[in-house]
């Protein structure tokens, strides 16, 4: 069955925009659309609306109408409205969970760039097991510029991050873009050094070179998966979060990973995916690996 690209609607301006960049993604992926309402009965004394089954059909007339201005320009794009009661962030999870992506507004960060990520947005994404975009109003990368790049993060081992990287490569394949794998790194701490460390920083002929060699070994197999796409491979030295936000300015989609996996305190967006959800001024991709 193919997964649907999914839209969390809520009627703001933030959830249209997610709508019309979930609209194109699913053109591009020749996927359907799938649009989703959370929704609560409240009794109201509005005349017709004090009935949950009244309420529910007017909700559903509003949400209808809205996704058919945003939609109608995609002729032949299948679309499907839910409108689900339940709690926002259950729903909107149980939805991601048979979906390609779920894709949720997020407003600007004091009107110039970065995610406010409210409370909502930073549940969905910490519980879910599939990839959550953030996209805002008014982005500069609603008209996914010509040219420019799909900036995914790479770390650890290829196993690692083959979530993340196929996400990435599938993006950038449907929309003809190239890809920008990014894997930042860091001086390891002094305790870290031991023989055979060293042995394998000598065969390598350093640290520098042997990231290189580790992004490499990551990407082969998604090169050979998607000969069309063009690969830039970029190693620097820097916390990840701050190295990706610096080559995400000609970026369509920045692509992230966090661990699917929960602590004793509880799920967690990650601290790389945290930083660039606030500082990014294009839509980023969440995506979760193990």
Same mark, same amino acid.
């Given at each position: 069955?193919?997964?649907? *690209?999914?839209?969390?609607?809520?009627g703001?301006?933030?959830?249209?925009?997610?709508?019309? !960049?979930?609209?194109?993604?699913?053109?591009?992926?020749?996927?359907?659309?799938?649009?989703?309402?959370? !929704?609560?009965?409240?009794?109201?004394?509005?005349?017709?609306?004090?009935?949950?089954?009244?309420? %529910?059909?007017?909700?559903r007339?509003?949400?209808?109408?809205?996704?058919?201005?945003?939609?109608?320009?995609?002729?032949?794009?299948?679309?499907?409205?839910?409108?689900?009661?339940?709690e926002?962030?259950?729903?909107?999870?149980?939805?991601?969970?048979?979906?390609?992506?779920? $894709?949720?507004?997020?407003?600007?960060?004091?009107?110039?760039?970065?995610?406010?990520?409210?409370?909502?947005?930073?549940? #969905? *994404?910490?519980?879910?097991?599939?990839? #959550?975009?953030?996209?805002r109003?008014?982005?500069?990368?609603?008209?996914?510029?010509?040219?420019?790049? *799909?900036?995914?993060?790479?770390h650890?081992?290829?196993?690692?991050?083959?979530?993340?990287?196929?996400?990435?490569?599938?993006?950038?394949?449907?929309?003809?873009?190239?890809?920008?794998?990014?894997?930042?790194?860091t001086?390891?701490?002094?305790?870290?050094?031991?023989?055979?460390?060293?042995k394998?920083?000598?065969?390598?002929?350093?640290?520098?070179?042997?990231e290189?060699?580790a992004?490499?070994?990551?990407?082969?197999?998604?090169? %050979?998966?998607?000969?069309? #796409?063009?690969?830039?491979?970029?190693? %620097?030295?820097?916390?990840?979060?701050?190295?990706?936000?610096?080559?995400?300015?000609?970026?369509?989609?920045?692509?992230?990973?966090?661990?699917?996996?929960?602590?004793?305190?509880?799920?967690?967006?990650?601290?790389?995916?945290?930083?660039?959800?606030?500082?990014?001024?294009?839509? $980023?991709?969440?995506?979760?690996?193990?």
């Amino acid at each position: 069955m193919t997964r649907p *690209i999914t839209a969390g609607w809520d009627g703001s301006k933030e959830s249209l925009a997610a709508l019309a !960049w979930a609209a194109r993604e699913a053109v591009r992926r020749d996927t359907p659309l799938r649009v989703v309402h959370a !929704w609560r009965f409240e009794p109201l004394d509005q005349a017709g609306l004090g009935d949950r089954d009244a309420q %529910e059909e007017w909700v559903r007339g509003v949400v209808t109408e809205s996704v058919r201005a945003v939609v109608e320009r995609h002729t032949g794009l299948e679309v499907s409205v839910d409108v689900l009661e339940g709690e926002t962030v259950d729903t909107l999870v149980t939805a991601a969970s048979a979906s390609a992506a779920l $894709v949720l507004g997020s407003r600007g960060h004091g009107g110039l760039v970065g995610f406010l990520l409210g409370s909502v947005g930073r549940q #969905v *994404i910490a519980e879910t097991s599939r990839p #959550v975009v953030l996209v805002r109003a008014g982005d500069r990368a609603q008209g996914e510029v010509a040219g420019h790049e *799909i900036v995914v993060g790479q770390h650890g081992e290829p196993e690692d991050s083959a979530d993340v990287l196929r996400f990435a490569f599938e993006t950038a394949a449907s929309r003809g873009a190239a890809v920008r794998a990014v894997r930042a790194w860091t001086l390891p701490p002094l305790y870290a050094y031991n023989q055979a460390t060293l042995k394998l920083l000598d065969e390598a002929g350093g640290l520098e070179p042997l990231e290189e060699r580790a992004l490499a070994a990551a990407l082969r197999p998604w090169r %050979e998966r998607f000969p069309d #796409v063009p690969v830039v491979e970029h190693v %620097e030295m820097g916390s990840a979060g701050q190295v990706l936000l610096s080559v995400s300015g000609r970026a369509q989609l920045l692509v992230v990973g966090r661990r699917a996996r929960r602590t004793a305190l509880g799920a967690r967006v990650g601290s790389v995916a945290h930083g660039v959800l606030h500082h990014a001024d294009c839509p $980023v991709a969440v995506v979760p690996h193990v």
